[in-house]
């Protein structure tokens, strides 16, 4: 209920956005601007057509810049950005976390990149190149380097002394990170343990060991389900040598599992989880025609199974009506396969250990389904078209190709993955084509021989 009165209040507000705009009220934009949260003007860009997104822009507050372009989508972020002087966009990053200014300056152009950090000043420059120089979609990629340490030899009463002189915390800290002289991490040190235990006890009577540290160089999707297994509200990150060289954050985690859930399910239809639901038309066609030129490749070899038992087609024209049946039920069953491994491989479920049992669990899975709709749909046949030939016939094409379904379904994102292919983007396609030609070839092959 909750969501859907917020889904509500949220299209209300672009349609009355919508309307102000095209009534030239531009004051009374403003204003709602102003008293909007920066991710909520974030989705409100994206739910805008380029144009309004424009003027949308250029009414919002300036100080507001950094939270909106750290909320956006890629695509829509580059359109907002190729449009901001350089020196502009270093302002908007100020007041940013380093690893969210690194976010947004690996989407420009080298030369643009280069020249926000020249308008920043040399310590900012400093953290967010170190920021940069970590390889995109590691640890190192997403962590910040906004981390208070302690040693473990001081006394609490020290630390609470030292937090109010600091007078903040970095967002989303739960704990401190106890160090040595050498910068390595020894452990850690919660804030609720800090904040109930007695000032004159040292650290190191009340810390907790270093038992796990994220690797620097550790895939984001790897860290995501660590976090989700551990549930932690943050972790340290730390280098080969153990030197601790910042934290992740949930709110990090977050945007990591939503960005790989939405690739997965734009992948499936051959899309950039990043594009801008606005974008220019000429940009999306082309985007899109590299999957449909994909498509056309595989209908063809389709086509060409059919074209080879023309003669068949055209002495029965039952043939030609039942053809669809044993394709359909073949793509259908070998998808929800390639969703289930899809998935395994995502939260890690599948390894080189149990591949060999998931391979014959979904092959016995489409026996079981080929011997039940093979009878099934044969006997259908039989009792409509009067064919007992025919019913058999298109029986056994089920049944093989349920089966190679179940075992194409496993075999495809296994190998795609070793191929480093994203089984999302291709998988669903490699499989489909696979059953249609399949089934095609063997129901058409057995209708030629028998028929």
Same mark, same amino acid.
Do not use: W, Y
């Given at each position: 209920m909750a969501e859907q009165q917020e889904f509500d209040q949220t299209h209300q507000t672009?349609?009355?956005?919508? !309307?102000a705009l095209e009534n030239g009220m531009f004051v009374h934009v403003r204003r709602q601007l102003l008293d909007m949260e920066p991710e909520d003007i974030a989705h409100l860009l994206e739910a805008s057509p380029r144009k309004s997104r424009d003027v949308l822009w250029q009414l919002t507050d300036p100080e507001d810049y950094g939270e909106i372009l750290d909320e956006l989508s890629e695509d829509v972020k580059d359109g907002i950005v190729s449009q901001m002087a350089p020196e502009k966009l270093a302002e908007a990053t100020e007041g940013m976390e380093t690893d969210d200014v690194a976010y947004v300056l690996r989407s420009l152009p080298d030369d643009v990149s280069r020249e926000v950090l020249d308008q920043m000043d040399s310590i900012d420059r400093d953290r967010v190149e170190t920021a940069l120089s970590y390889t995109e979609d590691t640890a190192g990629s997403i962590m910040n380097i906004d981390v208070i340490t302690i040693r473990a030899d001081v006394e609490v009463e020290v630390v609470l002394r030292y937090l109010r002189i600091l007078g903040e915390l970095p967002e989303a800290t739960d704990a401190l990170y106890v160090i040595d002289g050498n910068n390595r991490l020894i452990g850690h040190l919660s804030i609720i343990s800090l904040v109930t235990t007695q000032p004159g006890i040292t650290v190191l009577d009340i810390m907790q060991d270093a038992d796990e540290a994220i690797p620097v160089d550790m895939d984001t999707a790897e860290v995501a389900k660590l976090f989700e297994r551990r549930n932690w509200v943050s972790a340290p990150v730390v280098d080969e040598?153990?030197?601790?060289?910042?934290?992740?954050?949930?709110?990090?985690v977050v945007d990591v599992i939503r960005e790989d859930a939405e690739h997965t399910?734009?992948?499936?239809?051959?899309?950039? !989880?990043?594009?801008?639901?606005?974008?220019?038309?000429?940009?999306?066609?082309?985007?899109r025609s590299v999957w449909l030129g994909v498509n056309v490749l595989a209908a063809l070899a389709a086509a060409s199974v059919s074209n080879m038992f023309e003669a068949t087609l055209e002495q029965m024209a039952a043939i030609a009506v039942l053809m669809t049946i044993v394709p359909s039920m073949g793509g259908v069953a070998g998808n929800q396969t390639v969703a289930l491994v899809i998935r395994g491989l995502a939260v890690g479920h599948i390894g080189d250990s149990n591949q060999r049992s998931l391979l014959i669990k979904e092959a016995s899975i489409g026996i079981l389904n080929g011997i039940l709709w093979a009878s099934i749909i044969g006997g259908i046949v039989v009792i409509w078209k009067g064919d007992v030939t025919l019913g058999l016939i298109i029986a056994a094409a089920m049944m093989a190709n349920l089966t190679v379904a179940g075992i194409a379904g496993v075999s495809i994102p296994l190998m795609l993955k070793k191929l480093k292919i994203d089984p999302a983007l291709a998988g669903g396609m490699a499989l489909t084509t696979i059953t249609d030609v399949l089934g095609l070839f063997v129901f058409l092959g057995l209708a030629t021989i028998f028929m």
């Open positions: 672009l349609q009355d956005v919508s !309307n040598q153990d030197h601790l060289v910042g934290r992740i954050t949930i709110d990090d399910m734009m992948s499936l239809a051959g899309m950039d !989880n990043e594009e801008d639901t606005f974008a220019p038309v000429v940009k999306s066609a082309r985007k």
